[in-house]
């Protein structure tokens, strides 16, 4: 099995910034890529952020200039670096990773638990 678990979550006022980390661990042979996703309530889960394994990068346009995505293909885990944060960016984040667990599997979608994120106006 594979596990993401994510931490760094929590309270902060607007302007303020969050640094959130997901770390993979299991039976891992490779990932292919990393991401974050974010739910507020209500809403569908939307992308936010995503990085490939050789670090090349896409955001959604609200979080462009504001959030930065990095990761560590030795130590299976990725950030996300949240600054200038505003009100509407109160979500609940979740880690994703695409993992192949053997050589010559396909690549499957495994999902962290969630952390919460809220900004106080």
């Not at 969050?18 to 974010?38: D, K, P, Q, V």
């Not at 889960?45 to 979080?63: K, P, Q």
């Not at 979500?91 to 900004?119: E, F, I, K, M």
Request: with cysteine.
């Amino acid at each position: 099995q594979v596990q993401l678990v994510e931490s760094g979550g929590g309270l902060v006022q607007a302007g303020g910034s969050l640094r959130l980390s997901c770390a993979a661990s299991g039976s891992i042979f490779s990932i292919n890529s990393m991401g974050w996703y974010r739910q507020a309530p209500g809403k569908q889960r939307e992308l936010v952020a995503r990085i490939a394994s050789g670090g090349s990068t896409n955001y959604a346009d609200s979080v462009k200039g504001r959030f930065t995505i990095s990761r560590d293909n030795a130590k299976n885990t990725a950030h996300l670096l949240l600054n200038s944060l505003k009100p509407e960016d109160t979500a609940v984040y979740y880690c994703n990773a695409l993992v192949r667990r053997r050589s010559l599997d396909y690549p499957h979608d495994y999902w962290g638990q969630g952390t919460q994120v809220t900004v106080s106006s």
